[in-house]
């Protein structure tokens, strides 16, 4: 399938011909091939921006992924501990308890902004900040929450020379750029999808941009 552009980073679980696997899979700055093997399963968490594990630095993460070793059907280990592996039932309970023992960690001062505040830190700080807590500078998360909504928007059946002047596009050749680097598709291949590669998940960005 085409791996869209992705902000946020996500602990993933697959199993594939008997055997449960587990990786942390980095924000992902473009769009990419990613391979599905056949008949295997996907169970994944997504991790809202600014929250950040800090023993795996996401800076390293950032367009790509760390295996987590020594998964069974049962049970996982995170930084030491047997957990067990998460389902649709206990993933909030499973990242409630991530938090309580200090596997992951949310930055203030970014969370902050993705709400609006505008927190008294000088803007160098800010963007250190921002990378430090999602990999990404404030400039490319804008880009790729962008991308994702022109994208939603143009399968609803909008038209591209709306989505350029609803989403602050300079014109469309501008649109057609960011489609093509964050989406893997143009605004045609996005209004006529039959016959191409699937998509990884396409939503538009509950989460605000940052200003």
């Given at each position: ?15 594939h ?6 990786a ?7 769009a990419c091939?990613a391979?599905v093997?056949?008949?295997?399963t996907?169970?994944?968490i997504?991790?809202?921006l600014g ?6 630095p ?8 760390a ?10 280990w ?10 649709y ?15 992951v960690?949310c930055?203030?001062i970014?969370?902050a902004?993705l709400?609006g505040a505008a927190?008294e830190?000088s803007?160098?700080?800010l963007?250190r900040r921002f990378v430090?807590?999602t990999?990404l500078?404030?400039?490319?998360i ?7 909504e022109a ?11 709306n989505?350029?002047?609803?989403l602050g596009y300079?014109d469309q ?7 093509t ?14 016959g ?16």
């Open positions: 399938m085409t791996s869209i552009a992705a902000s946020h980073w996500e602990l993933v679980f697959w199993e011909d008997g055997r449960m696997q587990a942390v899979l980095g924000p992902e700055p473009r091939p391979p093997p056949r008949d295997a996907f169970f994944g997504s991790f809202a929250t950040s594990m800090p023993h795996v996401i800076s390293r993460l950032v367009g790509g992924s295996e987590i070793p020594d998964v069974t059907q049962r049970s996982v995170l930084k030491g501990s047997a957990w067990h592996v998460p389902d039932d206990n993933a909030e309970a499973f990242v409630r308890r991530m938090v309580r023992e200090g596997i960690e930055d203030p970014v969370a902004v709400d927190p830190v803007e160098r700080t963007q430090a807590a990999g500078t404030q400039g490319a804008r880009q790729i929450h962008r991308a994702r994208a939603v928007l143009i399968q609803d059946g909008a038209a591209a020379q989505v350029v002047h609803q300079f050749p501008h649109l057609a750029r960011s489609l680097r964050f989406i893997g598709r143009t605004a045609t291949q996005l209004g006529a999808p039959e191409a590669d699937p998509l990884s998940l396409l939503y538009k960005p509950a989460s605000p941009s940052p200003a």
